[in-house]
């Protein structure tokens, strides 16, 4: 019965094409058009999907991107906020070294005196709070003394012989070195030990 209701309609539409050129008609074939639209979608499809996979790509490569550049922000600001007063500590430095002149230059009768008392307790109390606010913003002095060279914490300014300590051992520091954190401030200038001649 189908068979009868699709023979009427397919007679009604050659009936409908009659007169209409062959060229036409080919380009209208419904077989062909299916395999022509059909074919292009396909491809449009797959050209569709490989764009959506590249795109996704670049989305996770501009998000791992940006990680990265927060995590490079985040590191350079707490480094700012660590060392931001190296430059000021830096200057202080000597401020620092003329206390401590100022203090080893006060001969030991004289300490006792009434009159130097006062003096010498203010200028000792000068350095204690200098050395407390190095202390608070993390600018500690470096050991030199007895201990061997570190080209990275010492700068070595003469050759000391003597026998009293093995060669290469700092034993005489001209000016103290700092660090601020883990980073130097200022290396220590000192005399090393070498063998006399």
């Known amino acids: 019965m189908e068979n009868d209701k699709t023979n009427p309609q397919d007679a009604a539409m050659e009936k409908e094409l009659d007169g209409v050129p062959e060229e036409f008609l080919d380009k ?8 022509d639209s059909t074919s292009p979608l396909e491809e449009a499809l797959g050209r569709l999907k490989d764009d959506l996979e590249a795109a996704k790509q670049e989305v996770l490569y501009a998000k791992a991107e940006t990680q990265n550049v927060r995590r490079r ?42 009159r130097l008392k006062g003096l010498v ?11 407390k606010v190095f202390a608070q913003h ?16 010492h700068q070595a300014m003469m050759e ?12 005489q520091e001209m000016q103290s070195g700092w660090m ?4 130097l401030l200022r290396p220590a200038m000192v005399g090393v030990a070498k063998k006399p001649d």
């Open 28 to 35: 209208g074939d419904a077989d062909g058009a299916d395999d």
């Open 73 to 114: 922000m985040e590191k350079d600001v707490a480094d700012a906020r660590a060392y931001a007063a190296t430059g000021f500590a830096r200057d202080i430095l000597s401020v620092a070294d003329n206390l401590t002149r100022a203090i080893e230059a006060i001969p030991a009768e004289l300490r006792e005196e009434e």
């Open 121 to 131: 307790a203010g200028i000792e109390a000068t350095q204690r709070e200098v050395e």
């Open 138 to 153: 993390g600018i500690s002095r470096i050991a030199s003394k007895g201990l061997p060279l570190d080209p990275n914490q």
């Open 160 to 171: 000391i012989p003597t026998d009293d300590a093995e060669p290469g051992t700092v034993v």
């Open 180 to 183: 601020i954190r883990d980073r």
